[in-house]
């Protein structure tokens, strides 16, 4: 194994890391601003508590506990939520496997599964065990982990069962556009109000407003990071343009004002 690269990092050479992991810990705090990229080695997220939204290959991919999402080598990819997950993400080289020709790995596209719940704690010891290897150094035992979990993933389900509620995630959390509110978004995808909000709900467990509220906090947790910019200017960014409404709702979402957000970094 070449020198640990524990974590995704903008910048990074991956061409030459054959693997690499980390542990997946967020209990509420700063959501990590990770923009859309692509690294040179399959990715995966494997979960096993909280959910994560991925946009991979422009699909959007809900992820929970017992979830695996496969990234194949080059699909630009961005994490556009995340909540009290727990779990690892990583990647690794194919000519780690020792050309095997892993079926679940030929389709060039992202690949969501959830392993049955016979299957979560044997899944979660051999995520464990390659955490454990990797920063041990121990290269064997992560392909021998591999051998076991990839077969075991069976047939990919589609990332929502109605193209709408895909296209809505997408909308919202495009980082270059200012969240509206559902109504907007039902126009847009030439739907009625009502029936965004029932496949929404339905299909993610969150109202669409929700899910707006959400991407309205990441944006602005996001630009607060930059302390040259007014507050003010934060919350029209975000679609609020009363500032003193913007601060009692990022309050409300967050626990902390957006002031005393910023002081955190």
């Not at 009290?84 to 790995?105: M, Q």
């Not at 704690?121 to 464990?128: D, G, Q, T």
Request: with cysteine; net charge neutral; aromatic share 12%.
């Amino acid at each position: 194994m070449s020198t640990p690269v524990p974590y995704w990092k903008k910048g990074a050479d991956y061409s030459k890391v054959p693997f690499f992991i980390r542990k997946l810990s967020s209990g509420g705090g700063r959501v990590p601003s990770i923009p859309t990229a692509s690294i040179p080695i399959e990715g995966f997220l494997y979960l096993t508590g909280g959910e994560v939204l991925v946009e991979a290959g422009g699909e959007s991919y809900l992820c929970v506990k017992d979830d695996i999402l496969l990234i194949p080598e080059g699909v630009p990819f961005s994490i556009n939520f995340h909540s009290t997950c727990s779990g690892f993400s990583g990647g690794f080289s194919i000519h780690l496997l020792k050309n095997i020709p892993y079926k679940v790995l030929q389709s060039g596209k992202p690949v969501q599964y959830r392993f049955p719940e016979e299957n979560s704690k044997l899944i979660s010891e051999l995520f464990s065990l390659m955490e454990r290897s990797f920063m041990g150094g121990e290269g064997q035992m992560i392909v021998k982990a591999l051998d076991i979990i990839l077969p075991l993933v069976g047939e990919p389900r589609s990332p929502f069962s109605s193209p709408y509620v895909g296209r809505f995630l997408e909308m919202i959390f495009d980082r270059n556009s200012t969240p509206q509110n559902a109504g907007y978004y039902a126009g847009e995808l030439g739907i009625t109000l009502n029936y965004l909000n029932k496949i929404v709900h339905q299909q993610t467990g969150k109202t669409a407003t929700s899910w707006i509220d959400i991407s309205r906090v990441n944006m602005a947790k996001n630009l607060l990071q930059d302390k040259d910019i007014p507050i003010i200017d934060v919350a029209v960014a975000v679609g609020l343009d009363d500032q003193s409404y913007f601060s009692r709702f990022f309050k409300k979402l967050t626990g902390l004002t957006p002031s005393e957000y910023r002081k955190t970094f």
